[in-house]
C-alpha cells in the first residue's frame, strides 16, 4: 500500500535506483515530473507536475522499469 500520496495526482511515484539507466525517457516524456540527478539517475521533482496518465505513460517508457506509481488503491504502474 502507498505511504503519503501527492496533494493533487493523489499518487506516489519510486525511482528503483539500482535498475535506473539514466536514459533519460521519463525526463523527455515528463519533464516536469522528472529530471536526471548529477548521477544520471530520475529522480521525481514533482509528482503533480503532469496528469497522472502522462506520469504513467513515462514510467512505461521506462527501458528497464525502473519507475512505480501508486495510488490509493494500489499498485497504477507497472
Do not use: Q, W
Request: aromatic fraction near 6%; glycine fraction near 8%.
Amino acid at each position: 500500500m502507498p505511504g503519503e500520496l501527492s496533494p493533487e495526482n493523489r499518487i506516489r511515484i519510486e525511482v528503483d535506483r539500482a535498475l535506473c539507466i539514466g536514459s533519460g525517457d521519463c525526463v523527455d516524456t515528463a519533464p516536469e515530473v522528472f529530471e536526471l540527478d548529477a548521477e544520471d539517475k530520475a529522480r521525481v521533482i514533482d509528482p503533480d507536475g503532469a496528469p497522472t496518465d502522462v506520469v504513467i505513460e513515462a514510467a512505461g517508457n521506462c527501458p528497464v522499469t525502473a519507475i512505480f506509481v501508486y495510488d490509493e488503491s494500489g499498485d497504477l504502474y507497472p
